[in-house]
């Protein structure tokens, strides 16, 4: 039943996914100023809105762990869980995401990279959570998940600046198409694609997580195990 | 189509096959955890009996 549901939801997605793409190529319209590169910002903002959500997931996560770590182990580890799968498929999204702004800064701006406040405060974004991993990846110790979530907290406090970035400070970057200055906004006739391609890509970071979570639940598990083997090893010898 | 807007279209089709192949890849690299995952649980519950 639980297969079902995963593969029903996993068909979903993928349908969703190839509406999108009908949506962005062949339903939008070309931008007039722009042509046909601004329809990267049908993957690029809304794998930066999936990078959010999955970093104050990760936040979440993070602020669960320290709060049940003593109380309720088991809480503690499933809290971790998210986090650890909110940091990583976020990072996965934010690299990719700044893979597509470079590509799109380099035929809009002529240039692959600035160090323009938005770019910057995402870059230190995307370091913050590659050390996250990192540390998870290669320290050893009981502490190491308290570490990961004190990092994991401090690096959710970059996503309000990176959001405020382009509010804050007029640099490169353009100025945010939503919930900007009076004149902001897109054109219905793109919008509409554009809600698509975010409902899509949700779905779509979604289902990663839920995956990367069940994985790290299930590595749990088999620490949890291994341990407990060597424990009663020991007490026989 | 000029040639601005051929190199446009060069960029956005890489800009998508890129994002493609990032995601697919990462989560061809989930499924190979969860495979070795699976030896792994196997390897515990066979050394326990």
């Known amino acids: 039943m639980k297969k079902a549901g995963f593969g029903l939801y996993a068909g979903l997605t993928l349908l969703m996914m190839a509406w999108g793409y009908y949506q962005a190529i062949y339903v939008a319209p070309t931008d007039a100023m722009q042509g046909e590169i601004f329809r990267i910002i049908f993957y690029h903002v809304p794998l930066f809105i999936c990078a959010f959500l999955f970093f104050a997931i990760s936040f979440s996560g993070s602020v669960g762990f320290l709060s049940f770590r ?32 470079s590509m799109w800064g380099r035929r809009a701006w002529g240039i692959w990279w600035t160090w323009d406040a938005r770019l910057t405060t995402t870059l230190v974004l995307w370091l913050i959570y590659m050390s996250y991993l990192l540390m998870r990846r290669f320290a050893a110790g009981t502490q ?49 694609p554009f809600v698509w391609n975010v409902f899509a890509w949700l779905a779509w970071g979604i289902l990663l997580l839920a995956v990367r979570y069940l994985v790290e639940r299930r590595q749990q598990r088999i620490a949890a195990a291994e341990a407990e083997q060597a424990l009663a090893g020991h007490a026989v010898r | 189509m000029d040639q601005a807007a051929i190199v446009d279209h060069q960029f956005r089709v890489a800009a998508y096959v890129i994002s493609w192949c990032i995601q697919l890849g990462y989560l061809a690299w989930l499924g190979y955890r969860w495979r070795v995952q699976k030896r792994d649980t196997d390897t515990v519950s066979r050394s326990r009996r």
């Not at chain 1, 580890?77 to 702004?101: F, P, R, S, Y």
């Open chain 1, 70 to 101: 003593h109380s309720r182990p088991e809480w503690a580890q499933i809290a971790d869980a998210w986090a650890l799968a909110g940091a990583e498929v976020g990072v996965v999204c934010c690299t990719n995401a700044l893979i597509l702004g």
């Open chain 1, 144 to 192: 190491v998940q308290t570490l990961a979530a004190v990092l994991g907290i401090f690096g959710a406090l970059d996503v309000p600046i990176v959001y405020m970035s382009n509010r804050w400070w007029r640099t490169q970057h353009p100025a945010p198409v939503f919930g900007g200055a009076s004149g902001s906004g897109m054109d219905r006739s793109m919008a509409i």
